[in-house]
């Protein structure tokens, strides 16, 4: 099975490295100066357990170069969804699968729109990681997790095989046959911490030793918790507590990609988060103050930075 990882970040490029140590046949794209580091040296993936190290040959900077793939592991930041969606065409053969793994609940939507013909299958990847250094991905471990599935809910021998390759690689996941819920847990678990981070510029083990802060947290998960209800998505009970014993498996140094963004002056995928909360609580007459505050205190930097990163600086 041929595999292309579109955006060989913390998430596509831990993952992407695991299935290639497998022996599966995996090309990355990326861009700038990781993409620079990588053409160089490859690509190297510093795990608690382990080191994997993928060669330069099998780093591109375009998806044209890249070839075709039966499956595409779409792990670009949201913000760059329907403009990368376009880019990879010449990727796409009849047969091919689109699995995007990033965060946010539409983007597997803004997929579809921009290639209606392409199969989509959405996914939720649970892995604290990311760019260290350029050509460098460092996971810390906790929790890491995929969990994948069609959109349309039909079972399918594809994604059986996507299983089975992701298992052979030592990967822990999931095949669901009701993503759309899937993403939504992830979505109501990761506005909060991510949200919370990066506006107290705190580590998780920080918030959670004070109590007020813990509660931030637990409040912020409630709001998107009744947005999804609202939405018609059903969740076992107890849905926050599970949660929080999640968080306790992490370090305590633990960041969020959102903070990352934030502290090295990157676009943070904002809309896609906080923004959709802030967006659907008004859609559907439910209050979110805790992300309407996380929205408007972090949105001046976020226009910032793509305004910087338009520039070129």
Same mark, same amino acid.
Not at 135 to 147: D, L, M, W
Not at 180 to 209: C, N, P, Q, Y
């Given at each position: 099975?041929?595999?292309?990882? =579109? @955006?060989?970040?913390?998430?596509?490029?831990?993952? *992407?490295?695991?299935?290639?140590?497998?022996?599966?046949?995996?090309?990355? !794209?990326?861009?700038?100066?990781?993409?620079?580091?990588?053409?160089?040296?490859?690509?190297?993936?510093?795990?608690?357990?382990?080191?994997?190290?993928?060669?330069? $040959?099998?780093?591109?900077?375009? !998806?044209?170069?890249? @070839?075709?793939?039966? !499956?595409?592991?779409?792990?670009?930041?949201?913000?760059?969804?329907?403009?990368?969606?376009? $880019?990879?065409?010449?990727?796409?053969?009849?047969?091919? %699968? %689109?699995?995007?793994? $990033?965060?946010?609940?539409?983007?597997?939507?803004?997929?579809?729109?921009? %290639?209606?013909?392409?199969?989509?299958?959405?996914?939720?990847?649970?892995?604290?990681?990311?760019?260290?250094?350029?050509?460098?991905?460092?996971?810390?471990? *906790?929790?890491?997790?995929?969990?994948? @599935?069609?959109?349309?809910?039909?079972?399918?021998?594809?994604?059986? #095989?996507?299983?089975?390759?992701?298992?052979?690689?030592?990967?822990?996941? #999931?095949?669901?046959?009701?993503?759309?819920?899937?993403?939504?847990?992830?979505? %109501?678990?990761?506005?909060?911490?991510?949200?919370?981070?990066?506006?107290?510029?705190?580590?998780?083990?920080?918030?959670?030793?004070?109590?007020?802060?813990?509660?931030?947290?637990?409040?912020?998960?409630?709001?998107?918790?009744?947005?999804?209800?609202?939405?018609?998505?059903?969740?076992?009970?107890?849905?926050?507590?599970?949660?929080?014993?999640?968080?306790?498996?992490?370090?305590?140094?633990?960041?969020?990609?959102?903070?990352? #963004?934030?502290?090295?002056?990157?676009?943070?995928?904002?809309?896609?988060?906080?923004?959709? !909360?802030?967006? =659907?609580?008004?859609?559907?007459?439910?209050?979110?103050?805790?992300?309407?505050?996380?929205?408007?205190?972090?949105?001046?930097?976020?226009?910032?930075?793509?305004?910087?990163?338009?520039?070129?600086?």
């Amino acid at each position: 099975m041929k595999f292309l990882v =579109l @955006g060989a970040g913390g998430v596509g490029g831990y993952f *992407g490295a695991k299935l290639a140590s497998a022996g599966e046949d995996v090309r990355f !794209v990326a861009r700038g100066k990781h993409l620079e580091a990588l053409m160089a040296h490859g690509l190297k993936v510093q795990s608690p357990n382990e080191k994997l190290v993928v060669p330069p $040959q099998k780093i591109f900077g375009s !998806v044209a170069d890249a @070839g075709k793939a039966d !499956v595409v592991l779409f792990c670009v930041k949201s913000y760059d969804t329907e403009s990368s969606a376009e $880019q990879i065409l010449p990727a796409l053969h009849a047969d091919s %699968i %689109i699995l995007s793994l $990033q965060n946010g609940i539409d983007n597997e939507e803004k997929i579809q729109r921009s %290639i209606p013909n392409a199969v989509v299958f959405g996914g939720v990847a649970f892995i604290y990681s990311t760019i260290s250094a350029p050509g460098e991905i460092t996971h810390y471990g *906790g929790p890491t997790k995929i969990v994948f @599935g069609p959109m349309d809910k039909k079972p399918s021998q594809k994604a059986m #095989d996507i299983l089975e390759a992701m298992h052979k690689a030592g990967i822990t996941a #999931d095949l669901s046959m009701d993503i759309d819920r899937e993403l939504w847990k992830k979505f %109501i678990f990761i506005t909060a911490v991510s949200g919370t981070t990066a506006l107290t510029r705190l580590t998780l083990g920080e918030l959670l030793a004070n109590a007020e802060s813990r509660a931030l947290i637990r409040n912020a998960m409630e709001e998107t918790l009744s947005l999804s209800v609202a939405k018609g998505i059903s969740h076992e009970p107890n849905l926050i507590n599970t949660f929080f014993e999640t968080l306790g498996k992490f370090k305590n140094e633990t960041r969020s990609s959102l903070y990352f #963004d934030l502290s090295n002056g990157k676009p943070m995928e904002l809309e896609a988060l906080a923004g959709t !909360v802030v967006r =659907l609580g008004k859609e559907l007459g439910i209050s979110t103050p805790i992300h309407q505050t996380i929205y408007a205190a972090l949105l001046p930097y976020h226009l910032k930075h793509l305004q910087n990163r338009a520039s070129g600086r």
